[in-house]
T-cell receptor
């Protein structure tokens, strides 16, 4: 199992600014995942963060908008850049057990852009 | 491509009653896992139950059980003796062993009524 600490839990930001979300895992993991969950909707994978390499972004998400850092095997950050109201969502970080497939999630960051 | 469909956006059930949440999926893979995750209003996503596709026996975890129909690509969740704490969003998810991608359904919002 894995315990994930994500912060901030929520924030209200002005459009045009940036917010960095932090995710700390209590064990070393190869891959960390960042999801977006728009209000009342399912989870959409933004990108996969591997330690020591560039993040892999899913279709519709670009590095300039969502830069990701992965400095070590227990930590990652996601930055939401140049925010607009359309970026208002819950952002979740996650890790997965490779043998069981079970995913573990942070508490999520509820972002509101005004 | 894999898809996961949850056709019930919202459901309600009386406390102590039984409710079944539906999920269908589509895949050409043979080695996969299916999951039900619960996301309470507090937002932390947690695993409810897991089913390996190669196992014919339906998974059970206390009050939670699944009806896994592999040929029909159906994976429903039954909650027995519903409790107020079961009120949450429930997501059906699909994972191919050896990959890192989850496919989530759109979720079913379950409300347990006192």
């Amino acid at each position: 199992s894995a315990v994930i600490s994500q912060k901030p839990s929520r924030d209200i930001c002005q459009r045009g600014t940036s917010l960095t979300i932090q995710c700390q895992v209590d064990s070393q993991v190869t891959m960390m995942f960042w999801y977006r969950q728009q209000p009342g909707q399912s989870l959409t994978l933004i990108a996969t963060a591997n330690q020591g390499s560039e993040a892999t972004y899913e279709s519709g998400f670009v590095i300039d908008k969502f830069p990701i850092s992965r400095p070590n095997l227990t930590f990652s950050t996601l930055t939401v850049s140049n925010m607009s109201p359309e970026d208002s969502s819950i952002y979740l970080c996650s890790v997965a057990g490779t043998s069981t497939g079970e995913a573990f999630f942070g508490q999520g960051t509820r972002l509101t852009v005004v | 491509a894999q898809t996961v469909t949850q056709s019930q956006p919202e459901m309600s059930v009386q406390e102590a009653e039984t409710v079944t949440l539906s999920c269908t999926y589509d895949t050409s893979e043979s080695n996969y896992y299916l999951f039900w995750y619960k996301q309470p209003p507090s937002r932390q996503m947690i695993l409810v139950i897991r089913q390996e596709a190669y196992k014919q026996q339906n998974a059970t975890e206390n009050r939670f059980s699944v009806n896994f129909q592999k040929a029909a690509k159906s994976f429903s969740l039954k909650i027995s003796d519903s409790q107020l704490g079961d009120t949450a969003m429930y997501f059906c998810a699909f994972w191919v062993r050896g990959t890192y991608k989850y496919i989530f359904g759109t979720g079913t919002r379950l409300k347990v009524l006192a």
